[in-house]
């Protein structure tokens, strides 16, 4: 797992790290090889995916602008048709997701505001692969999309750089193009803290 390119990854390579921390985090994981160097890598603090990781049952109460907004500030982006992990899809009373912890992506059927049916279907012919009585939605991205996290992080860039923030351009698009400035790269002005591999390797009930 290497959490800082000089570039920030592709969408999937930062879904593949979401699944193996979330799996670490869960106990999931008896052996994970990685090198020395990597072992030293800052990671996003564990409470970060063990707060914002959430699940969805049958029968459960749950509005749908509620989980569209907590998608969206985990880093998930509205599509039309989902096709990729971190793609969420809202139309009538569905909401399609691509969690990173899945292969496939994930339909959810409301009946007004309760969790009616959840279905895993395929990306390319969009017909149900098998269905599930409940399903975990991890974030996406290793950094909260949220106007307070933004605040924050803003916050944190100025105290710790020197120079006139007007002219830095990840201060002034990081809301919206974060990804083309190399975000990944100031991970750390996100959060009070960072986490290590280690930390992720304690288990703990989310």
Not at 120 to 149: G, M, R, W
Request: glycine fraction near 4%; proline fraction near 5%; hydrophobic fraction near 40%.
């Amino acid at each position: 797992i290497l959490p800082y390119d000089t570039a920030s990854p592709s969408t999937q390579v930062i879904a593949n790290r979401s699944e193996v921390l979330f799996q670490l985090l869960k106990g999931n994981i008896d052996v994970l090889v990685v090198s020395a160097t990597n072992l030293l890598w800052k990671l996003p603090p564990r409470k970060y995916f063990e707060e914002e990781s959430f699940s969805l049952s049958i029968g459960e109460l749950f509005s749908m602008q509620g989980v569209g907004q907590k998608l969206r500030k985990n880093g998930y982006v509205r599509v039309s048709t989902v096709l990729k992990p971190g793609d969420f899809c809202i139309r009538g009373s569905l909401i399609d997701v691509f969690s990173p912890l899945y292969k496939n992506p994930i339909r959810i059927d409301f009946d007004d505001e309760k969790v009616d049916l959840i279905k895993l279907f395929d990306v390319d012919s969009q017909l149900t692969l098998n269905t599930a009585s409940s399903v975990t939605i991890i974030p996406s991205e290793h950094y909260p999309k949220s106007s307070v996290a933004f605040d924050f992080f803003k916050t944190n860039m100025r105290n710790s750089l020197v120079g006139n923030q007007l002219e830095w351009p990840l201060y002034n698009f990081i809301e919206t193009y974060a990804e083309s400035y190399g975000v990944y790269n100031y991970l750390p002005l996100f959060f009070e803290s960072m986490s290590s591999i280690w930390d992720y390797c304690k288990t703990a009930d989310i």
